[in-house]
């Protein structure tokens, strides 16, 4: 992949060290005095664990839910909503001073059977959709500050990909290229004015193809006056030999068009032993790759959040989708112990703010400017 580089270039730069303050110091906290918001994927059944409750509130001020607000979780049944378990994440982040990001609106994938096997018209589709966007957007109203809108919709050579919403049948725009996204935006917009409303996507963290074709979208929507507040960089990593390179070029790339950036699902999937374990020099590693990503998005302005998709070992999705194969991605363990990882990502704040005092400011100069600009 041509965004991607060895991890031998990372090496040159120093190991963390534990600095003596930062071990007190969370990473809640580390991210608020720059100014940057950090967040993880939630399971909402799990706020009643009190080792997952309390590592939650003290590392994170946002959440998001790792399945509870997809579609299969909100509409199981045509026209019938179901935000019993969506709703739990909220009442817990507002309980705990938390915000919450919304995931997602439209994907191509992972749809409720009633959806994807109901051969429905371009006109019943498009019913359906402006339906769905608006029922759940209006439901989190003012308690959902953003929203990935729409979700992986571009392959790997930054085509289209072929989905329901675009062309199998589509809503109505099929071959009219990124205008059922602009749709989907207007209709999210139309629900709540105020959340601010993403693209996001995975594998397009560096420069490539498809973060070209998602930077061209987001140009001419822009310059359109479509509602598009920012891009979602995923950053699944999950070979840790190939890690994206240019993300600070990406990055700013985007925000020169004056949206924002989040890292929205980082998490370094380790290649395991037969004993499941990680080696201590994988996760030395690992945490080289964390504090690097951590670094380029605190030090940029227009990189609001940096988000990982979980925090504990324990209940990653990576080991049940490698089959076991990988896992240890995350920067807590199964134990709730603080990996290096961890410890590089806190370091890595502390030391942007160091490097720029500034940059609290600038990053919410930079929120202020976005807004300011509209649509
Ligand atoms: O809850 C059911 C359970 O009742 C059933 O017995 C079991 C049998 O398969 O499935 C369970 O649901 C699974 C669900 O995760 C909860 O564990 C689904 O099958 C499974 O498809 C679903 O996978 C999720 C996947 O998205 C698809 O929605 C993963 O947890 C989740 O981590 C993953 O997250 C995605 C982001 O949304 C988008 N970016 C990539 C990321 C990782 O794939």
Same mark, same amino acid.
């Given at each position: 992949m041509k965004d991607r580089k060895p991890l031998a270039l990372f090496l040159v730069i120093p190991m963390f060290v534990a600095a003596s303050t930062s071990a007190a110091q969370s990473l809640r906290q580390a991210a608020q005095d720059i100014g940057l918001m950090v967040g993880t994927a939630v399971k909402p059944a799990l706020f009643s664990n009190p080792d997952y409750a309390r590592t939650l509130v003290r590392q994170f001020n946002i959440v998001e839910a790792e399945n509870e607000m997809k579609w299969t979780a909100t509409e199981p049944t045509r026209g019938v909503f179901d935000f019993r378990a969506g709703d739990r994440v909220v009442q817990f982040a507002e309980a705990h001073d938390v915000k919450v990001r919304g995931h997602n609106l439209l994907w191509g994938k992972y749809n409720p059977a009633w959806l994807e096997k109901g051969r429905f018209t371009p006109d019943q589709l498009r019913r359906i959709m402006k339906n769905h966007i608006q029922m759940v957007v209006r439901h989190y109203r003012g308690r959902v500050? !953003?929203? %990935?809108?729409? =979700?992986?919709?571009?392959?790997s050579e930054g085509h289209l990909r072929h989905t329901l919403w675009y062309d199998e049948p589509g809503i109505g725009l099929a071959g009219k290229g990124t205008a059922y996204i602009a749709q989907a935006l207007r209709w999210a917009h139309e629900a709540d004015p105020h959340a601010l409303l993403f693209y996001n996507d995975f !594998?397009? %963290?560096?420069? =490539?193809a498809k973060s070209d074709a998602i930077y061209e979208m987001v140009k001419d929507f822009k310059e359109q006056g479509f509602p598009i507040n920012g891009v979602g960089?995923?950053?699944?990593?999950?070979d840790p030999e190939d890690v994206p390179s240019n993300l600070g070029g990406n990055i700013g790339r985007f925000t020169r068009l004056g949206v924002e950036v989040q890292i929205t699902e980082m998490d370094v999937a380790l290649p395991l032993a037969g004993h499941g374990q990680a080696s201590d020099s994988q996760l030395a590693w690992q945490a080289i790759i964390y504090r690097n990503i951590a670094k380029t998005c605190a030090e940029n302005p227009g990189c609001t959040a940096f988000q990982m998709?979980?925090?504990?070992?324990?209940?990653?999705?990576i080991p049940a989708h490698t089959k076991g194969k990988r896992g240890a991605a995350l920067i807590f363990d199964a134990d709730y112990g603080p990996k290096p990882a961890y410890q590089a990502v806190v370091e890595a704040f502390q030391r942007v703010l160091k490097s720029h005092p500034q940059i609290k400011e600038e990053r919410l100069r930079f929120e202020r400017r976005v807004a300011a600009i509209g649509y």
């Open positions: 500050f !953003a929203w %990935d809108v729409v =979700n992986e919709a571009f392959d !594998a397009a %963290d560096g420069i =490539n960089l995923q950053m699944h990593v999950f998709w979980g925090f504990t070992d324990r209940y990653s999705w």
